[in-house]
Each structure stands twice: as structure tokens, then as C-alpha cells.
């Protein structure tokens, strides 16, 4: 990605941008574990509070190692922006109590991460903000939706396992029109492979537990966007408290310096991946379908071209022997790890209908498509050949 302006690349804000350094001028990033910061009398900590001088007061407002982390995402994402937060479910509930009130109105993609349903059907419902879910390739399902009251609309792509896109520039054009605000969750591409605010969105969430932190090791999230968006999501942070802790803000910092490099091996081979998995096993019958955005056989392969140059690191197939035949894979693999964690580094496997959607109900999941024999595997940067041969154990038989 290039800028006309003397804004630098991608490259180089991925491991420069954001970067404070203390009187010790250490190199690195630090680590700031500290809850709170001294002053050098009772003025200046009145000062300070009262917003008249800048600087750290306690880590639930801000923490320098939080604050290097928000810079560099939002570098990366070309937002003005950000405010870290403790997961990315906090990152979504934050964009939503911060910004909404009672009697406000939100239409969302159905297929979104399986506990956005309850925080919007359930926790946001209580509290008099009411969600229509529609079907996010459906750009006909968002306007018919629209309601005056309408505030955010909030979708996430490409849709976890099925890789389904939203055309975020129209979906954007929808929102603008009645004054709402969208807001993308762009954790499965990332803005090394797409930039939503340049589609016109409003604000990006992440969660920064997968692709940002990269190996699996920590939990957390954050919301990029205009400071006068970002400003009332960040009272609601540090008031309700779901502050991003400093410790896991240091393994994002340093996670995000090799984003671009693990976003295009890891979609790369899993293009690779889905491409023999269609060529040798669909007309053996043994699958019947591969899903990934970056196929010439997806349904929306067009448009995931037009907004990503890949398609992330998430493929899922469809068994024609249902759940004992899905079962059958997952428990022959040697290497690939079954857990239904995504974006790491290591290949993931799992099967969506018995874990990460087994909240709903059988029709609830035939709606969305994801059927008993479906498996989906998040790729990691393992050598193809071994991946594809742990998978293939029992696809021969
Ligand atoms: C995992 C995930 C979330 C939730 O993030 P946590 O960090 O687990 O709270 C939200 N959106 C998507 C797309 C996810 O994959």
C-alpha cells in the first residue's frame, strides 16, 4: 500500500508508528507495568486530572504501552483514532454503549462472531437499543431496514467460516443517507489486506486476539475511527473499565510489526490449501464444497477480489458425510490443533455446528449456512504439504 503523501507505507508505520521513547531512549518498545504514574506535587496532579496538561494519570484511562499500541493500529488503518480495549467483544459492546442510547436502533449483518448476538439480542436489547439482523450481501435487506431511529450499522467481513462479503462502500452509502454510522469488524483481514475506512465506514473494530497479536497468546481489542467518535467510546472504557491491560497492548505492538508478512504467507497458503482441497477431493465426493473468498468458485469471489488483492487465512468445507464424517477429520489430524481459536500461527481445525455456533438452534444454523459435515480450518504458516496431508487422512477413505 503507497501514499502519494509523505505519509510513509504500511512497512514502515507497522514497526515505527506509534513509537515513544523514554529518558532511557531504550529502542524497543517498553513495557509499562504500572497502574498508576507519580506526580511532582498536588498541583500537577490536579493539573493533570482537570485535563489542563497532558499525561499519564492510571492504566484503566491510559498507559504509554497502550497508547503506542493505538497509534500503530491506527496508522495502519488510516484513522485519526483508537481506543484499545480489554478483548474485541469489549471493543464491540464499548462502540455500542458509548455511542447509543435508549430508544436507538441497529441493523446488523447476521453473520457476525456467535456472541455478538446475545450482547446485541440480549444486553443492548434490555437497555432499549434494538438490533434487525439482515442478510449483509443483501444491500436491498440493509435499506429496507433503515428505520428513523437508526444509528449504527454493523457487519463483519468476510463472515467467519463462510467467507461471506458485504460491500462496505454501498452499505456505507446506506448508513450516510439517514445519518447512522457503520462500523466494520475487520479482524479477519486485517488493514494489511483491507482498509475499511477508505470504503467509507466509520469506525473499525478489532479483535486483536487473532491476526494483530498473530500467535494466540493474548486477548484484546480496539475501535479506530474519528476522534470525535473515538472520544465517547473512550469515556465509556475507562468508566466502565474494559481498558486494554499494558502487558497485552506490548505482545500487539510488536505482533502488528510482521501483520503484513503473516497476513499475505497465510492467505496465500490458504488459497493454496482450498485450490487442492477443491481439485482433488469434490469430484470424489467426499466434499461437497470448498468455501474461501479467494476461489473462482465463491458466490462473491468478484467482489472479495475488489476489496482485498487476498482473502485472509480462514477456509471452511463441507463433508458429504455430515458430523460423523467431519469428526472423523478433525480427529485424525496429528499436527493441526483442534480449537476454535483462529489467527495463529499454527493451523487451527473445528467444527462450527458442535462449537462455535452450537448456540443456536438447528434452524438457526441451516440459516446461515452452517451445516453438520462443515469444518473449518484457520491456517497458520505450517508448510501446505503438511497441512493438506494432516486433512487428508481419512478423506481417501
Ligand atoms: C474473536 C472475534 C471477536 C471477539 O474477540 P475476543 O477478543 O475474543 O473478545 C470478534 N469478532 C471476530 C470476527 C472474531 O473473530
Known amino acids: 500500500m503507497t501514499d502519494s503523501s509523505d505519509q510513509p507505507d504500511f512497512d514502515t508505520l507497522a514497526v515505527r508508528a506509534g513509537r515513544m521513547q523514554s529518558d532511557f531512549q531504550e529502542h524497543a518498545e517498553a513495557l509499562?507495568?504500572?497502574?498508576?504514574?507519580?506526580?511532582?506535587?498536588?498541583?500537577?496532579?490536579?493539573?493533570?486530572?482537570?485535563?489542563?496538561?497532558?499525561?499519564?494519570?492510571?492504566?484503566?484511562?491510559?498507559?504509554?504501552?497502550?497508547?503506542?499500541?493505538?497509534?500503530?493500529?491506527?496508522?495502519?488503518?488510516?484513522?485519526?483514532d483508537c481506543i484499545a480495549t480489554a478483548t474485541g467483544m469489549a471493543a464491540i459492546a464499548a462502540t455500542v454503549f458509548g455511542l447509543l442510547k435508549q430508544g436507538d436502533h441497529m441493523v446488523s449483518s447476521r453473520s457476525v462472531f456467535g456472541t455478538v448476538v446475545p450482547l446485541f439480542d440480549q444486553i443492548a436489547a434490555r437497555l432499549g437499543i434494538e438490533t434487525t439482523w439482515v442478510d449483509g450481501s443483501d444491500l436491498d435487506a440493509w435499506r429496507a431496514a433503515m428505520r428513523p431511529n437508526?444509528?449504527?450499522?454493523?457487519?463483519?467481513?468476510?463472515?467467519?467460516?463462510?467467507?461471506?462479503?458485504?460491500?462496505?462502500?454501498?452499505?456505507?452509502?446506506?448508513?450516510?443517507?439517514?445519518?447512522?454510522?457503520?462500523?466494520?469488524?475487520?479482524?479477519?483481514?486485517?488493514?494489511?489486506?483491507?482498509?475499511?475506512?477508505?470504503?467509507?465506514?466509520?469506525?473499525?473494530?478489532?479483535?486483536?486476539?487473532?491476526?494483530?497479536?498473530?500467535?494466540?497468546?493474548?486477548?484484546?481489542g480496539a475501535v479506530c475511527g474519528a476522534t470525535s467518535l473515538i472520544e465517547p467510546i473512550y469515556m465509556y472504557v475507562r468508566t466502565a473499565g474494559s481498558s486494554l491491560s499494558p502487558f497485552n497492548a506490548w505482545v500487539c505492538l510488536k505482533g502488528m510489526e510482521t501483520l503484513r508478512l503473516r497476513m499475505e504467507a497465510q492467505s496465500g497458503k490458504t488459497l493454496e490449501l482450498a485450490r487442492r482441497l477443491e481439485q482433488k477431493w469434490l469430484k470424489t465426493g467426499v466434499l461437497r464444497r470448498v468455501w474461501y473468498g479467494g476461489l473462482e468458485s465463491h458466490p462473491q469471489h468478484a467482489l472479495a477480489k475488489r476489496l482485498a488483492p487476498m482473502q485472509g487465512a480462514v477456509l471452511a468445507f463441507e463433508l458429504s458425510g455430515g458430523q460423523?464424517?467431519?469428526?472423523?477429520?478433525?480427529?485424525?489430524?496429528?499436527?493441526?490443533?483442534?480449537?476454535?481459536?483462529?489467527?495463529?500461527?499454527?493451523?487451527?481445525?473445528?467444527?462450527?455446528a458442535t462449537t462455535t455456533h452450537a448456540r443456536l438452534s438447528a434452524a438457526e444454523r441451516a440459516a446461515a449456512g452452517i451445516s453438520d459435515g462443515l469444518v473449518r480450518v484457520a491456517v497458520g504458516l505450517e508448510s501446505v504439504d503438511d497441512i493438506e496431508r494432516d486433512l487428508a487422512r481419512t478423506l481417501g477413505r
Open 32 to 80: 509499562f507495568l504500572t497502574s498508576s504514574f507519580t506526580y511532582k506535587s498536588a498541583a500537577e496532579a490536579a493539573r493533570k486530572f482537570a485535563n489542563q496538561e497532558p499525561g499519564f494519570l492510571y492504566s484503566r484511562f491510559t498507559n504509554p504501552t497502550v497508547t503506542m499500541f493505538q497509534q500503530r493500529l491506527a496508522a495502519l488503518e488510516g484513522a485519526q
Open 150 to 220: 437508526t444509528r449504527l450499522l454493523f457487519c463483519e467481513m468476510p463472515s467467519n467460516p463462510l467467507n461471506e462479503y458485504v460491500d462496505v462502500d454501498a452499505v456505507a452509502a446506506i448508513a450516510h443517507e439517514r445519518d447512522a454510522l457503520l462500523a466494520v469488524d475487520n479482524c479477519l483481514l486485517t488493514p494489511a489486506l483491507f482498509r475499511p475506512l477508505a470504503h467509507g465506514a466509520d469506525l473499525v473494530i478489532h479483535s486483536a486476539t487473532k491476526y494483530l497479536d498473530g500467535q494466540g497468546r493474548v486477548l484484546a
Open 324 to 352: 460423523e464424517a467431519a469428526w472423523r477429520v478433525i480427529d485424525a489430524c496429528k499436527m493441526i490443533s483442534i480449537t476454535a481459536n483462529l489467527g495463529d500461527t499454527k493451523t487451527t481445525i473445528t467444527h462450527p
